[in-house]
Each structure stands twice: as structure tokens, then as C-alpha cells.
């Protein structure tokens, strides 16, 4: 309730309204009879002093004791009952005339309240206090004791979020082109984050930037007012309320740190009161640019990077008649460009005649179509231009070298293990997983340890592809990823989607190798994430992992097939990767994992497979080694089974995930695992791939073969039975040695 003394100030200003509105208009009916002053009454509308929305209804209801209401007179006024300009109301004219007993009025909630937080994002609240008089004239015009309401109306502020160029480091000055286009969207907030609608209009403010900018616009908006620039309604034809260009008639000076901020106004007249580099100030300096960046991808080659127009080229070395194929990527929006179109070329001969290029200038040129050469050298011209005409020009020069393959075997020992005291035989030393495998290779006709063997450790990089194809056969053994390998960076998969990111990418040159007729033997430490696990991208490794549809993390369903792009799908006809010692994943379905059930305590052979039961010299048995299962060693089946595997294929996986088996998958080892309840038992741990086996390479000698995999390192296991595997696969291969047969 009004207190007492205002309610006698109220009642003032009605007994002057009434004098001044009311008393003039009485008329008399008959000898002495006076006509009777209508009444009103608000039925419904905001309480008195409440605060609402600035889209506010009221109903009301007016009656005559002698005679009829013909229509009713209302006025809004700023202020309340004590504090409106009664100039405001003074005349018929600032009065609306309706014959409705109800209206929506539309307010100006246009004075900073406060700012309030909301999910951590700061929102300007606006406000402002109207009355509304309201007053009924009966059919003899007189006018009633007006009725009124106070109320204050308020909105949360609008804002605009500057949308290109992309802030990336909010607060600090980003290089931008001296001429660049700015583009923003407009939020109106009702009364939550949540219920929006597009703002009225905008304007915004270019200048230098200092440290206190922010500061400033936020406490002291006011001296930032005759910056501005006019106020545009957002929907103005062409754009011009959701976009600017800096640089066309302003003159930026090198090396100046300038801002651009956007302001936005609503339909109830509040503006944008909060300031934020992360949404509406964006600090810039135009810089002198050299291009677009411009990203170039290859699923075999990796990933090239070029600016501007004075790289050299990129070289890669191929084999006669490699298929080659690259998509790209250009990006000009660190500058706040945009690439206006691409165009692409093989040995252009005049970069300045439009006829020279493969393909006329256009933004949809992002990728070329499969070519082939088969000797020579041969260049890959692609250029990017922005809309400011800035260009790149990349440049991929491609050598054809001869397919010799003139050597038997190579090994790549991609195996760092460091010498130390061997006590529990859970690692080998250096010299004698070096002993073990050239052991091994000597069992292979032609292979001469001084010539045939690449040290990765000490080498630091992966071969020369030049180099492999030099070789029929290669055995590459690894270890786990955990340490500094070559072979993670050469199989993993990276997607052609992804041509845009920071990730290294490297050339995975075994595809072309077993494509073009190679054999491969790979095998190594596989447990936790190496392995053939290695194709999948960092961070995906739970298992068991489905190639087919989980490459980019398990998923429900199968959204996509983009593992079967990868390696060890595509090529080694691997579906499913599991293993002992991993991360497990986290599902309802998944059987009791322990890496102590699943470990291994042997192999044995599947001679159900024909290409396997082909070769009946291959061990039925693979044991472990009797050294390392010794008593107190670190594999004593007392303590724990061998759990430094990877498995393919586990039927119970394949079963839930409806998974069948690609035909060029072949098994040679199955596992028996420490308890045989547990899921993996059973599971294949070593396999053919015949899916280039029909391939004879375009080299004298060569012949077509199938390549090999172990999801295990078998310096680990029985010398003997070692001994007959590496038989039989240079039998396959041909280069088994006589002696040893």
C-alpha cells in the first residue's frame, strides 16, 4: 500500500487532473439535474510498482449511472504518479481515443539497470518506469476520474557476436588485411538468454586500441558516444546491417593496434551495455599479408602447407604408374579474407595464360582427379586467390623413380630397447632382440646384415621410399607407441577431412609398397595403443574397436564407414582390434575383461584356413619361450600370462556388432587364453592379408604373395617353432634359403 503522505500527493494530482480535465466539461440535464461523471476501473494489468516486461496488457472496465460509456481516453507517460511532467497529459491531443476494454502497449525499457550473470556470460539488464492514465467519456462527454497504473518495464540488452573474422584469441590483436569485411549477428534477449529475437538496429565504432578500451566502453560508454557511427536497421537491404568493410575509405597505419566493436539497440530501445572480446570487440592490426594459407592433402603423402608465392616446391618421390590425387584447402580468414577461387595444373608452362591450366579459375576447384605417369619429373601447380586478389601458389614436384626391387629382404628395426642387466626377461635388450631377428632374416636367401637392415633409433627417421622399393620383402618389427617409433607416424590414418587441422601428417608409403606388389611382414609390441591400433587417431584407442564404423571413437550404430579408408581395414582386412592390455571400453554389452584372464599361455595353429593349412611345416603349437616363463620371471605363468598382444577379430565382438569376416583375412595363430572363459580365448593373433596377394610387381624376379601380421613380438616365444614360421613365410615368398629346408 501507498503510504500515507503519498497518497495524499497522488490524490493532489488527480483533484488537479480532474480541475483541469474534468470540471470545464460538466453539463446539466433539465431544471437542476446534473449529469452523473462516468467511472473506470483497471481489472487487470501489472500490480502497482511491479517491474515486467516492456510488452506489457492491460484491461479495464467503465460504467454511467445515467446514461452509457462511449469510449474511453488513455495516455502512457515516463516516470510515476509523483515524478511524470504533467505537460505530458496537458490537451485532448495527447490523449488516445479507443472504444476497447483492453491494449498492449510496447515501452521503452531504455535506461542501464544493472548487469547480471548467466551461464557466465554477462547481459546488461535495461529498464524504466512508466504510468498509464486511463479515463471513460460518457455519451453527454464527460469525462471520468482517471484511472492509473505504475509499473517499471525491463529487458535484458541486446548484443551482436562478430562472426568473421573468427576471434580466435579473444583480447589480443589479431593480423588482419588492410582492407577486410566484418560480419556479425544480432540477438535480442526478452528476458532470458534463451527467448531472443533479431535486434532493431546496430551501429558500430572503429579506433586505436590501448590497454584500457575495454575498460572504458563498459564504465564510461558515454565518452565513446560521438564515435559511433548512425544507428542501421539490421534487415537494411544488401546486408549493410550485418556487415561492413574496414580499409575501403579508412586509412589503417601499419603496425597500430586498432578495434572494431558492434553495438546493438531493441525494439524497447535498450543498447548493448556489455563489452567483450569474446563476442563484440575485436582487436586487429593490418598487416602487409602474403596469401592465403593454402593446405594440400594426399592419402598417401601426408600433408603440404603453402603461403604466398615464394615456396619452393614440395618433393615427393613415386613409382611408375602410382595413381595420384590431392584435395586442398585455403583459408584467408586469419586476415579476414575469404578464398574467391582455386585453380589447379599439371606442368603448366605459362602460370599467366588461363589456357596453360588443367581447369579455368573457380571456388569449387578443391581437389584433382586420379593421374598417372610413369617416368620423369612432373609438377602439381595449385593456386589460391582471396577476394583482395592476394594469391598462393603451391608447387608438389613428383619424381617417377624405376621400380628395381633387386634386393630379397629388408628389415626395419623399429624396436628401441636399450641395454640393460636382463634379470626378469620382461623386455629384450637391444643386442638381443637384434641377435634374434638377424638370426631370423639369414633363414632368407640374399640378405646381407651389412646392406639389409634399417635402424630407425639411430637413423631418427622413417626409410626412403626410394630405398624400400628397392626390396621384394620387408620385415618391419615395432614396439609399442608409448615409445619414439616410426612406424605409428607411417601407417596412421588421417582422414581427407581434416586436410584443414594442425595435425602432422606423414607418408604412408607401405600402402603404395604392398599395392604395387611388396610383401610385408609386420609384427611387434601391440599391446595398449601400438600396434595395428596405430592407425587409429589419438585419443580413439578404447577397445574392442570396430575399424568399420569407430575410427573417430565408439559410436552407436554405424554413422559412417570411414575406417574403411584406413590401413588396417582396407589393406590388412582387419574388422575388429582388441587386446589384453588396453583401455577397455565402457559398455553394457562388453563381457569381464581382465588382462590377467584374457593374457595368452600359447598358440595354436588354425589349419581350418586353406592358405595356413597350405604350409604344413608351421608348428601346430606357439609357445612361449621357456626363458622368460622361468620361475620369478616377470611372464611366469604363476604370476601372469603373456599379455604384450593384439587380436583380431574376437567373435564375440564381431557377433554384437554384426561384423563378418573380409575374405582377405586369413588366420595363422589363435590364442588360448590364461582363463578360457575369457572372451579373447580362441582369438586370431596372427594372419595373412591377401589383398594384394594377386599382385606381381613390374620388377624382374618378383612374384604375387600374400604379407603377414603378428599382434605379437616373437623374440618372446620358442626358438624352434620361431624358426619354422619364418620358414614357411619365405617359402611363400620364395627366398627361403636352401640349406635350411
Not at 470540471?23 to 452523473?36: A, T
Not at 589393406?571 to 595368452?600: E, F, G, H
Not at 586353406?610 to 620371471?633: F, V
Request: glycine share 6%.
Amino acid at each position: 500500500m501507498l503510504p500515507t503522505a503519498r497518497i495524499c500527493m497522488v490524490l493532489s494530482v488527480m483533484t488537479a487532473l480532474f480541475i483541469f480535465l474534468g470540471c470545464s466539461e460538466d453539463v446539466l440535464f433539465g431544471p437542476g439535474v446534473e449529469n452523473e461523471r462516468p467511472t473506470i476501473r483497471l481489472t487487470n494489468g501489472p500490480l502497482e510498482g511491479d517491474t515486467t516486461k516492456y510488452q506489457v496488457t492491460f484491461y479495464w472496465i467503465g460504467s454511467d449511472y445515467d446514461g452509457t460509456v462511449e469510449y474511453y481516453e488513455l495516455i502512457m507517460v515516463s516516470g510515476n504518479p509523483l515524478g511524470f511532467d504533467p505537460a505530458d497529459t496537458t490537451g485532448p491531443d495527447k490523449w488516445t481515443k479507443t472504444t476497447r476494454t483492453d491494449t498492449i502497449f510496447l515501452v521503452k525499457a531504455d535506461k542501464y539497470d544493472s548487469t547480471i550473470t548467466i551461464n557466465n556470460n554477462p547481459y546488461g539488464k535495461h529498464s524504466r518506469t512508466h504510468t498509464l492514465f486511463i479515463r471513460a467519456v460518457d455519451d453527454q462527454g464527460m469525462r471520468s476520474i482517471p484511472a492509473y497504473r505504475s509499473f517499471t518495464a525491463f529487458t535484458l540488452a541486446p548484443f551482436a557476436v562478430i562472426e568473421f573474422p573468427r576471434i580466435t584469441r579473444p583480447g589480443q590483436a589479431q593480423f588482419l588485411n588492410p582492407v577486410v569485411t566484418f560480419e556479425w549477428i544480432g540477438k535480442d534477449p526478452i528476458d532470458s538468454p534463451w527467448n531472443y529475437q533479431e535486434v532493431d538496429s546496430i551501429r558500430y565504432m572503429v579506433g586505436e586500441h590501448t590497454v584500457l578500451t575495454i575498460d572504458e566502453l563498459n564504465q564510461y560508454p558515454e565518452k565513446f558516444e560521438n564515435r559511433w557511427s548512425p544507428w542501421i536497421w539490421y534487415n537494411e537491404p544488401n546486408d549493410s546491417g550485418k556487415q561492413t568493410i574496414l580499409g575501403d575509405d579508412e586509412v589503417f597505419r601499419l603496425n597500430r593496434i586498432y578495434f572494431f566493436a558492434i553495438q546493438a539497440k531493441d525494439e524497447a530501445g535498450a543498447v548493448t551495455s556489455v563489452f567483450d572480446y569474446r563476442f563484440n570487440v575485436f582487436p586487429f592490426m593490418p598487416l602487409s599479408h602474403s596469401g592465403p594459407r593454402l593446405r594440400i592433402y594426399s592419402t598417401y603423402f601426408g600433408r603440404f602447407e603453402f603461403i604466398g608465392t615464394n615456396y619452393s616446391p614440395a618433393k615427393v618421390k613415386i613409382m611408375p604408374g602410382f595413381p595420384l590425387k590431392f584435395v586442398w584447402e585455403g583459408d584467408a580468414s586469419y586476415y579476414g579474407g575469404y578464398i574467391a577461387t582455386y585453380r589447379y595444373g599439371w606442368d603448366v608452362e605459362d602460370l599467366s595464360l588461363p589456357e596453360d591450366w588443367d581447369v579455368y579459375a573457380s571456388p569449387d576447384h578443391t581437389g584433382t582427379p586420379e593421374k598417372k605417369f610413369y617416368m620423369g619429373v612432373h609438377t602439381l601447380y595449385i593456386e589460391a586467390i582471396d577476394n583482395f586478389g592476394t594469391k598462393t601458389l603451391a608447387q608438389i614436384e613428383v619424381s617417377i623413380f624405376p621400380l628395381a626391387m633387386d634386393r630379397t629382404l629388408l628389415w626395419v628395426d623399429d624396436f628401441p630397447s636399450g641395454e640393460f642387466p636382463q634379470k626378469d626377461y620382461a623386455m629384450p635388450t637391444e643386442k638381443a632382440h637384434d641377435e634374434f631377428w638377424l638370426d631370423i632374416c639369414s633363414r632368407a636367401d640374399g640378405f646381407e646384415p651389412d646392406r639389409d637392415v634399417f635402424d630407425c633409433e639411430f637413423s631418427a627417421f622413417s626409410p626412403d621410399v626410394e630405398y624400400i622399393f628397392r626390396y621384394k620383402n620387408i620385415i618391419w618389427t615395432f614396439m609399442d607407441e608409448l615409445r619414439v617409433i616410426v612406424w605409428d607416424d607411417v601407417v596412421r590414418f588421417t582422414q581427407e577431412s581434416i586436410v584443414g587441422t594442425d595435425l602432422d601428417i606423414t607418408y604412408n608409403y607401405l600402402l603404395t609398397y604392398m599395392k604395387a606388389g611388396g610383401h610385408l611382414w609386420t609384427l611387434g609390441l601391440s599391446h595398449r595403443a601400438g600396434g595395428l591400433a596405430a592407425v587409429v587417431p589419438t585419443g580413439v584407442k578404447q577397445f574392442p574397436l570396430n575399424l568399420r564404423c569407430e575410427l573417430r571413437g565408439t559410436t552407436t550404430g554405424c554413422p559412417d564407414t570411414l575406417g574403411t579408408q584406413c590401413m588396417a581395414y582396407r589393406d590388412y582386412c582387419v574388422s575388429i582390434l582388441d587386446k589384453a592390455n588396453a583401455v577397455i571400453r565402457r559398455d553394457q554389452y562388453l563381457p569381464y575383461r581382465d588382462v590377467l584372464r584374457d593374457a595368452m599361455s600359447y598358440g595354436t595353429l588354425d589349419a581350418s584356413d586353406p592358405i595356413t593349412a597350405s604350409h604344413p611345416d608351421l608348428p601346430e603349437r606357439l609357445e612361449l619361450w621357456s626363458k622368460i616363463t622361468e620361475s620369478g620371471r616377470y611372464f611366469d605363468p604363476a604370476e601372469r600370462g603373456f599379455h604384450y598382444i593384439e587380436v583380431y577379430n574376437p567373435e564375440y565382438w564381431m557377433a554384437h556388432t554384426y561384423s563378418t569376416t573380409q575374405s582377405c583375412f586369413h588366420p595363422i595363430y589363435r590364442i588360448r587364453a590364461r582363463n578360457t572363459n575369457s572372451p579373447l580365448n580362441n582369438t586370431v593373433v596372427a594372419f595373412w592379408t591377401t589383398k594384394h596377394a594377386h599382385v606381381v610387381a613390374e620388377a624382374p624376379g618378383t612374384i604375387a604373395a600374400p604379407s603377414v601380421h603378428f599382434g605379437l613380438p616373437l623374440w618372446f616365444f620358442n626358438r624352434a617353432q620361431v624358426n619354422a614360421i619364418a620358414d614357411a613365410i619365405f617359402e611363400e615368398w620364395q627366398i627361403r634359403k636352401t640349406e635350411t629346408k
